[in-house]
């Protein structure tokens, strides 16, 4: 068997024959990166490359000591003795699975990804390789997800609901990515104005200039005169609970997520309304892309991967659980 075209070290997933490293936790030379949420693009690095889709994100990200190297979906590039390439992974905005080839082997690393259709980001692609790197965030049959727009008009019909009943509706989402797919994917019930915590709203402008259409938003201010009744406000979890809050008096609260499958979850978070939207692949969606993929073997890097890699083998598919640092994101 030829060797490994990618390891787990301590600084991250590391391509020998590359000489780079893939969404590193450490700062390194060279760092490929898959997409720009916290757990996979981190400060630090030498340089960057990234998919031409995601600079935006990722400078800002980085901040102004960084200039991250774009590549296009598709373009080859020549690192040590490898060549690579980005293709759309659906999971936000300029995702991308890595292809590595190399003396015949080919390796792909999906990073983060979904399946289901995505007006902000370029759709999956499937690739074929020897050996697949993937995530198993929700790898549990009982993960599998309606069609987006059915919980998106969920999400319209609470906001309208609240409305009748004199309440601010408050929904929970990721600052980057959810969040715009929700105001993406709210152009086919309304153009009114939704309301944006900053860390939502900054974001929410990088995609607009990349050409992303989402309805009307204007940021959420300190001013007392503004009256939110009746409104609907975009922000991070971790505004839930917060001082912040307070401005909206009575409201209700909702969270979107994929979590929100299990029942009990949205209890145990303490949210009025959880409706049901990933930007992770599902259960179906996961032995879909394998299959697609024709790997010969799987890789798995967080999220329920030991339990996908038993069911993998139990089918004589050869899989196996890397131990990475990724994941944190989703948690938030």
Same mark, same amino acid.
């Given at each position: 068997m030829p060797p490994p075209l990618? #390891?787990? #070290?301590?600084? &991250? $997933?590391?391509c020998p024959a590359g000489g780079f490293h893939i969404d590193p936790?450490? /700062?390194v030379d060279t760092a490929v990166i898959t997409h720009a949420h916290g757990d996979h693009l981190r400060h630090g690095s030498t340089r960057y490359f990234v998919a031409e889709p995601g600079v935006a994100i990722a400078r800002h990200? $980085? &901040?102004t000591d960084h200039h991250p190297m774009p590549l296009k979906y598709g373009e080859q590039l020549q690192l040590g003795a490898t060549t690579i390439s980005l293709h759309p992974a659906g999971h936000i905005l300029g995702s991308a699975q890595l292809r590595i080839e190399h003396e015949g082997q080919v390796w792909v690393v999906s990073g983060d990804y979904k399946r289901q259709p995505d007006p902000t980001c370029a759709p999956f692609e499937p690739l074929a390789c020897d050996v697949f790197i993937s995530e198993a965030t929700f790898a549990l049959p009982v993960y599998q997800w309606q069609p987006t727009v059915e919980v998106v008009e969920e999400i319209f019909h609470w906001w309208r609901a609240n409305r009748e009943r004199g309440l601010a509706s408050v929904l929970f989402c990721y600052a980057l990515g959810k969040a715009q797919r929700v105001l993406a994917e709210l152009r086919a019930f309304t153009d009114e104005t939704v309301y944006l915590h900053g860390a939502v709203n900054v974001l929410t402008e990088v995609y607009r200039q990349q050409g992303v259409e989402m309805v009307p938003a204007l940021p959420v201010t300190g001013e007392r005169k503004t009256d939110y009744k009746g409104a609907l406000i975009?922000? /991070? /979890?971790s505004a839930a609970g917060s001082p912040w809050m307070r401005r909206f008096g009575d409201h209700s609260s909702g969270f979107c997520s994929g979590w929100m499958r299990v029942r009990g979850n949205r209890r145990r978070r303490g949210y009025d309304? &959880?409706?049901v939207l990933s930007d992770h692949v599902d259960w179906p969606g996961l032995i879909e892309t394998f299959k697609a993929t024709g790997a010969r073997r799987i890789l798995l890097t967080h999220g329920y991967s030991d339990a996908l890699a038993r069911y993998l083998n139990e089918l004589g598919i050869s899989a196996s659980a890397l131990e990475t640092a990724y994941g944190d994101e989703e948690q938030q």
């Open positions: 990618v #390891t787990v #070290t301590e600084n &991250g $997933l590391y936790w450490r /700062p990200r $980085l &901040g975009i922000a /991070p /979890p309304r &959880g409706f």
